[in-house]
């Protein structure tokens, strides 16, 4: 299998796993949680046009989705210090509602957001006894992703 494609797929995996940890064992994703995934379906989708490219664009591209997959890595190292309290969360969705006198019960269930439902600083452990948590996983993940591309994208333009 040309490389560009198996990248493409490794990228994929990251959110389409996490997708399917929503309906079993059923964790609930958090806004920070939602955003790592982004950046893996962009790296998918460069890593798909550098298969089709000749040889100086596909090491461009890969270059590119190696960059796409770290972007997602650094997301999931802001996740995992939201999680440990070392800072807040810079989303909204993250942050709990401040409720003023001047601030009805009816106001804040009409900007209650339905989803995500879980806060983004309570860590979500997907391995019993495991303490990682997903967002951890992920930050390990993307590094590890990012760094192999990086490595086969020099071998491409090396011509090995």
């Known amino acids: 299998m040309p490389i560009p494609f198996l990248v493409a797929i490794l990228a994929a995996a990251a959110p389409l796993l996490a997708l399917g940890f929503e309906y079993w064992p059923g964790l609930a994703p958090c806004a920070l949680c939602l955003w790592q995934r982004w950046p893996y379906w962009v790296a998918a989708g460069l890593a798909v046009l550098a298969g089709l490219l000749p040889q100086p664009g596909r ?26 309290g070392w800072w807040p969360s810079p989303l909204p969705a993250c942050l709990a509602p401040s409720v003023g006198a001047s601030v009805s019960v009816d106001d804040l269930l009409r900007n ?23 967002a951890g996983m992920n930050l390990i993940y993307a590094l590890l992703l990012s760094a192999w591309i990086l490595r086969r994208a020099s071998r491409e333009a090396a011509g090995r």
């Not at 997959?69 to 995992?80: E, N």
């Not at 957001?113 to 860590?123: A, F, Q, R």
């Open 112 to 134: 209650m957001t339905p989803l995500p439902s879980k806060p983004c600083d309570e860590p979500a452990y997907l391995i019993p006894g495991l303490p990682v948590s997903i």
């Open 59 to 84: 090491v461009w591209l890969l270059r590119a989705a190696a960059a796409a997959v770290a972007v997602s890595g650094a997301i999931a190292a802001l996740h995992l210090g939201v999680e440990q």
